[in-house]
Nanobody, 124 residues
Framework: QLQLVESGGGLVQPGGSLRLSCAASGFTLGYYTVGWFRQAPGKEREGVSCISSSDDSTYYADSVKGRFTISRGNAKNTVYLQMNSLKPEDTAVYYC?????????????????WGQGTQVTVSS
């Protein structure tokens, strides 16, 4: 069974940091392009960042560029999203997802394996 499990969400003050983890079971995440998406109440799911399977190129939404960093773990079966300088508008449920498409792409329908999501709340 192919599974992704996110962890690391929580409540943080504006300006704070969190690191989200996405761990795979049943398959090798290093062979997949991995994306992080988020969905706030009443809004559509949007792409935040992704890392390609072809050459580990990274991509970011304009809203998080310079603040978030995506990376793969040494064992290649975990992907991280380091989130710094968090803002209230970053509040959402964050999902990781995997696709065999080898290029960086942040379109949710292109991803076939999804985690259950982790809540990130940025508030004072």
């Amino acid at each position: 069974q192919l599974q992704l499990v996110e962890s690391g969400g929580g409540l943080v003050q504006p300006g704070g940091s969190l690191r989200l983890s996405c761990a795979a079971s049943g398959f090798t995440l290093g062979y997949y392009t991995v994306g992080w998406f988020r969905q706030a109440p009443g809004k559509e799911r949007e792409g935040v960042s992704c890392i390609s399977s072809s050459d580990d190129s990274t991509y970011y939404a304009d809203s998080v560029k310079g603040r978030f960093t995506i990376s793969r773990g040494n064992a290649k079966n975990t992907v991280y999203l380091q989130m710094n300088s968090l803002k209230p508008e970053d509040t959402a449920v964050y999902y990781c997802a995997a696709t065999k498409t080898p290029i960086g792409i942040m379109i949710p329908r292109m991803y076939g394996i999804w985690g259950q999501g982790t809540q990130v709340t940025v508030s004072s």
